[in-house]
Protein backbone atom coordinates (compact mmCIF):
# COMPACT_ATOMS: atom_id res chain seq x y z
CA UNK A 1 0.00 0.00 0.00
CA UNK A 2 2.78 2.32 0.74
CA UNK A 3 6.33 2.61 -1.49
CA UNK A 4 8.61 4.26 0.99
CA UNK A 5 11.81 5.22 -0.60
CA UNK A 6 14.95 6.23 2.08
CA UNK A 7 16.54 9.33 0.71
CA UNK A 8 18.30 12.42 2.59
CA UNK A 9 15.55 13.75 4.49
CA UNK A 10 14.58 10.13 5.95
CA UNK A 11 12.18 9.53 3.19
CA UNK A 12 10.53 10.22 0.51
CA UNK A 13 7.13 8.63 0.17
CA UNK A 14 4.85 7.24 -3.01
CA UNK A 15 1.56 7.67 -3.46
CA UNK A 16 -1.29 9.10 -1.48
CA UNK A 17 -0.67 9.36 2.14
CA UNK A 18 2.73 9.54 4.59
CA UNK A 19 2.93 8.24 8.31
CA UNK A 20 3.39 10.86 10.45
CA UNK A 21 5.15 10.59 13.50
CA UNK A 22 5.16 12.48 16.71
CA UNK A 23 7.07 12.48 20.20
CA UNK A 24 4.77 12.20 23.25
CA UNK A 25 4.15 16.11 23.19
CA UNK A 26 3.81 16.24 19.85
CA UNK A 27 0.72 16.03 17.84
CA UNK A 28 -0.36 14.09 14.83
CA UNK A 29 -0.99 15.10 11.52
CA UNK A 30 -2.58 14.00 8.35
CA UNK A 31 -1.80 14.74 4.99
CA UNK A 32 -3.90 14.92 2.02
CA UNK A 33 -3.96 12.54 -0.42
CA UNK A 34 -3.32 12.69 -4.25
CA UNK A 35 -7.18 13.59 -4.52
CA UNK A 36 -7.28 16.13 -1.73
CA UNK A 37 -8.63 13.48 0.66
CA UNK A 38 -6.67 13.07 4.12
CA UNK A 39 -5.15 9.85 5.58
CA UNK A 40 -4.05 8.99 9.22
CA UNK A 41 -0.95 6.95 10.12
CA UNK A 42 1.47 5.87 13.24
CA UNK A 43 5.27 5.16 12.50
CA UNK A 44 5.23 1.54 14.05
CA UNK A 45 4.87 0.78 17.80
CA UNK A 46 4.16 4.78 18.44
CA UNK A 47 0.63 6.12 18.57
CA UNK A 48 0.17 9.35 17.55
CA UNK A 49 -3.14 11.85 18.67
CA UNK A 50 -4.73 14.03 16.43
CA UNK A 51 -3.48 17.54 15.89
CA UNK A 52 -5.62 20.70 16.68
CA UNK A 53 -4.73 24.27 15.70
CA UNK A 54 -3.04 25.69 18.29
CA UNK A 55 -3.30 28.87 20.15
CA UNK A 56 -0.27 31.44 20.19
CA UNK A 57 0.48 34.52 22.56
CA UNK A 58 1.04 38.00 20.99
CA UNK A 59 4.95 38.67 21.16
CA UNK A 60 7.17 40.69 19.20
CA UNK A 61 8.11 39.01 16.22
CA UNK A 62 11.90 37.56 16.01
CA UNK A 63 14.84 39.59 13.63
CA UNK A 64 14.33 42.80 11.75
CA UNK A 65 12.35 42.85 8.77
CA UNK A 66 12.65 46.02 6.15
CA UNK A 67 8.83 46.86 6.05
CA UNK A 68 7.42 48.04 2.65
CA UNK A 69 5.30 50.95 1.81
CA UNK A 70 1.47 50.18 0.62
CA UNK A 71 -1.66 51.70 0.47
CA UNK A 72 -5.33 50.92 1.52
CA UNK A 73 -7.39 50.19 -1.49
CA UNK A 74 -10.96 51.66 -1.67
CA UNK A 75 -14.17 49.65 -0.92
CA UNK A 76 -15.58 47.99 -4.39
CA UNK A 77 -18.97 49.01 -5.70
CA UNK A 78 -21.38 46.67 -3.77
CA UNK A 79 -21.87 43.94 -6.71
CA UNK A 80 -23.49 41.03 -6.57
CA UNK A 81 -25.51 40.53 -3.05
CA UNK A 82 -26.44 37.67 -0.86
CA UNK A 83 -29.39 37.18 1.10
CA UNK A 84 -29.73 36.21 4.77
CA UNK A 85 -27.53 32.76 5.39
CA UNK A 86 -26.32 32.65 1.71
CA UNK A 87 -23.14 31.99 0.96
CA UNK A 88 -20.84 35.19 1.03
CA UNK A 89 -20.76 36.13 -3.03
CA UNK A 90 -17.74 36.94 -4.41
CA UNK A 91 -18.23 40.64 -4.98
CA UNK A 92 -18.85 40.34 -1.02
CA UNK A 93 -15.90 38.95 0.21
CA UNK A 94 -13.96 41.54 -1.96
CA UNK A 95 -15.81 44.26 -1.00
CA UNK A 96 -15.32 43.16 3.12
CA UNK A 97 -11.55 42.63 3.13
CA UNK A 98 -11.17 45.74 1.86
CA UNK A 99 -13.92 47.99 4.43
CA UNK A 100 -12.21 45.67 7.02
CA UNK A 101 -8.35 46.94 6.59
CA UNK A 102 -8.52 50.17 7.95
CA UNK A 103 -5.91 52.83 7.63
CA UNK A 104 -5.10 52.39 10.74
CA UNK A 105 -4.82 48.42 11.21
CA UNK A 106 -2.94 48.57 7.83
CA UNK A 107 -0.24 51.42 8.56
CA UNK A 108 0.48 49.30 12.22
CA UNK A 109 1.00 45.80 11.15
CA UNK A 110 2.88 43.56 9.34
CA UNK A 111 2.29 40.63 7.16
CA UNK A 112 3.90 37.30 6.94
CA UNK A 113 6.65 38.28 4.26
CA UNK A 114 7.50 41.71 5.81
CA UNK A 115 5.27 43.86 3.80
CA UNK A 116 3.02 46.87 5.39
CA UNK A 117 -0.77 45.82 6.31
CA UNK A 118 -1.95 42.27 8.83
CA UNK A 119 -1.50 38.93 6.83
CA UNK A 120 -5.26 38.33 5.57
CA UNK A 121 -6.48 34.59 6.54
CA UNK A 122 -10.18 34.32 5.63
CA UNK A 123 -13.95 36.35 5.42
CA UNK A 124 -16.96 33.93 6.92
CA UNK A 125 -20.63 34.57 7.48
CA UNK A 126 -20.57 35.99 10.82
CA UNK A 127 -23.23 33.97 13.03
CA UNK A 128 -26.65 35.96 14.00
CA UNK A 129 -26.79 37.49 17.38
CA UNK A 130 -29.37 35.24 19.69
CA UNK A 131 -32.21 37.29 19.17
CA UNK A 132 -31.56 38.05 15.57
CA UNK A 133 -32.07 33.72 14.97
CA UNK A 134 -34.66 33.02 12.31
CA UNK A 135 -35.69 36.78 11.45
CA UNK A 136 -35.52 37.03 7.75
CA UNK A 137 -34.58 40.45 8.28
CA UNK A 138 -31.63 40.03 10.47
CA UNK A 139 -28.40 42.28 9.75
CA UNK A 140 -25.81 40.24 7.17
CA UNK A 141 -22.36 40.28 8.32
CA UNK A 142 -19.18 38.88 8.03
CA UNK A 143 -16.07 38.32 10.14
CA UNK A 144 -12.90 39.05 8.74
CA UNK A 145 -9.61 37.47 10.13
CA UNK A 146 -6.55 38.99 10.00
CA UNK A 147 -2.40 38.12 11.38
CA UNK A 148 -0.63 40.86 12.61
CA UNK A 149 3.13 39.08 12.42
CA UNK A 150 4.59 42.66 14.09
CA UNK A 151 3.34 41.21 17.15
CA UNK A 152 1.67 38.40 16.62
CA UNK A 153 -1.94 39.16 17.49
CA UNK A 154 -5.09 37.77 15.81
CA UNK A 155 -7.22 40.15 14.13
CA UNK A 156 -11.29 39.81 13.57
CA UNK A 157 -13.10 42.56 12.34
CA UNK A 158 -16.90 42.13 11.42
CA UNK A 159 -18.32 43.91 8.65
CA UNK A 160 -22.08 44.59 8.28
CA UNK A 161 -22.91 44.27 4.94
CA UNK A 162 -26.08 46.54 4.95
CA UNK A 163 -24.05 49.63 6.35
CA UNK A 164 -21.00 48.93 5.06
CA UNK A 165 -19.62 49.73 8.19
CA UNK A 166 -17.28 47.81 10.68
CA UNK A 167 -19.52 47.08 13.83
CA UNK A 168 -16.96 45.08 15.90
CA UNK A 169 -13.09 44.39 16.38
CA UNK A 170 -11.63 41.99 18.31
CA UNK A 171 -7.96 41.17 18.93
CA UNK A 172 -6.63 37.54 20.64
CA UNK A 173 -3.35 36.29 21.19
CA UNK A 174 -2.90 32.80 21.85
CA UNK A 175 -4.90 31.57 19.04
CA UNK A 176 -3.60 29.76 15.81
CA UNK A 177 -5.97 29.38 12.94
CA UNK A 178 -4.86 27.37 9.80
CA UNK A 179 -2.37 28.93 7.66
CA UNK A 180 -3.40 30.98 5.05
CA UNK A 181 -1.73 29.78 0.86
CA UNK A 182 0.78 32.52 1.60
CA UNK A 183 2.00 31.98 4.84
CA UNK A 184 2.87 28.00 3.76
CA UNK A 185 4.66 29.38 0.53
CA UNK A 186 6.63 31.58 3.05
CA UNK A 187 7.77 29.05 5.06
CA UNK A 188 8.59 26.78 2.41
CA UNK A 189 10.50 29.98 0.85
CA UNK A 190 12.29 30.10 4.54
CA UNK A 191 13.07 26.60 4.19
CA UNK A 192 14.63 26.38 0.73
CA UNK A 193 16.55 28.71 1.48
CA UNK A 194 17.87 27.96 4.78
CA UNK A 195 20.30 25.56 5.70
CA UNK A 196 18.66 23.09 7.07
CA UNK A 197 16.94 22.74 3.65
CA UNK A 198 19.75 21.12 2.05
CA UNK A 199 17.84 17.55 1.82
CA UNK A 200 14.86 18.73 0.75
CA UNK A 201 16.74 20.51 -2.14
CA UNK A 202 18.55 17.11 -2.90
CA UNK A 203 14.99 15.10 -2.39
CA UNK A 204 13.93 17.41 -4.91
CA UNK A 205 17.09 17.30 -7.11
CA UNK A 206 17.06 13.46 -6.69
CA UNK A 207 13.50 13.21 -7.87
CA UNK A 208 13.10 15.52 -10.69
CA UNK A 209 16.54 15.91 -11.97
CA UNK A 210 16.27 19.53 -11.70
CA UNK A 211 16.86 22.02 -8.50
CA UNK A 212 14.53 23.72 -5.78
CA UNK A 213 14.42 27.05 -5.77
CA UNK A 214 10.87 28.35 -5.05
CA UNK A 215 6.89 26.99 -3.33
CA UNK A 216 6.16 26.95 -6.89
CA UNK A 217 7.45 23.73 -7.34
CA UNK A 218 6.05 22.26 -4.40
CA UNK A 219 2.43 21.17 -3.42
CA UNK A 220 2.46 22.57 0.46
CA UNK A 221 0.26 21.31 3.46
CA UNK A 222 1.15 22.82 6.80
CA UNK A 223 -0.56 21.96 10.56
CA UNK A 224 0.57 24.45 13.26
CA UNK A 225 2.84 23.88 15.58
CA UNK A 226 3.16 24.36 19.75
CA UNK A 227 5.99 24.43 22.17
CA UNK A 228 6.36 21.83 25.05
CA UNK A 229 8.83 23.04 27.93
CA UNK A 230 11.90 20.94 27.40
CA UNK A 231 10.39 18.99 24.19
CA UNK A 232 12.20 20.81 21.27
CA UNK A 233 15.29 23.03 20.82
CA UNK A 234 15.45 26.42 22.54
CA UNK A 235 15.22 27.62 18.96
CA UNK A 236 11.67 26.51 19.25
CA UNK A 237 10.48 27.06 23.05
CA UNK A 238 8.64 30.27 21.80
CA UNK A 239 6.30 28.89 19.40
CA UNK A 240 2.76 28.75 20.08
CA UNK A 241 3.50 32.12 21.00
CA UNK A 242 5.15 32.71 17.68
CA UNK A 243 3.44 31.39 14.61
CA UNK A 244 4.91 28.19 13.51
CA UNK A 245 4.75 25.74 11.35
CA UNK A 246 5.67 21.94 9.88
CA UNK A 247 5.20 21.65 6.22
CA UNK A 248 4.59 18.77 4.67
CA UNK A 249 5.95 19.60 0.84
CA UNK A 250 4.80 16.96 -2.14
CA UNK A 251 6.73 17.38 -5.66
CA UNK A 252 4.44 18.46 -8.12
CA UNK A 253 3.43 15.31 -10.22
CA UNK A 254 5.23 13.83 -7.33
CA UNK A 255 6.24 11.94 -4.21
CA UNK A 256 5.33 13.59 -0.47
CA UNK A 257 8.56 14.62 0.77
CA UNK A 258 9.08 13.62 4.72
CA UNK A 259 10.14 17.18 6.17
CA UNK A 260 8.53 16.85 9.74
CA UNK A 261 11.55 16.84 11.67
CA UNK A 262 11.71 20.87 10.56
CA UNK A 263 9.68 23.61 12.19
CA UNK A 264 9.83 27.06 10.85
CA UNK A 265 9.03 29.51 13.01
CA UNK A 266 7.24 32.74 10.72
CA UNK A 267 7.68 35.37 13.30
CA UNK A 268 11.10 35.23 13.81
CA UNK A 269 12.16 33.92 10.25
CA UNK A 270 13.85 31.22 11.55
CA UNK A 271 14.24 27.39 10.76
CA UNK A 272 15.31 24.31 13.36
CA UNK A 273 15.16 20.75 13.65
CA UNK A 274 13.51 19.23 16.22
CA UNK A 275 15.03 16.16 18.14
Wanted: aromatic content about 4%.
Amino acid sequence: MRNIVHRHLGKVVAGTAIAVAGTAVMIGITLPGTAGADDTGTRAGQSVPRETGGPADGGPAGGSRAVAPGVVEEAPDEGQRGEGRDPLTDDELKRVEKIALSRQLFQSSESVDGDRGPQRLGVDLAEPEADEVGKPDAPRRADVTFYDYRDDTLVTRTVDLGTGKVVSTGTQHGVQPPFSRAEKAEAAALLIADPLGADLRADYQDATGKALTSPDQLQLSGAVYRAAPGAQPAALDRCGEHRCVRLFPKIKNGPWVDARSLVIDLSARKVARLG
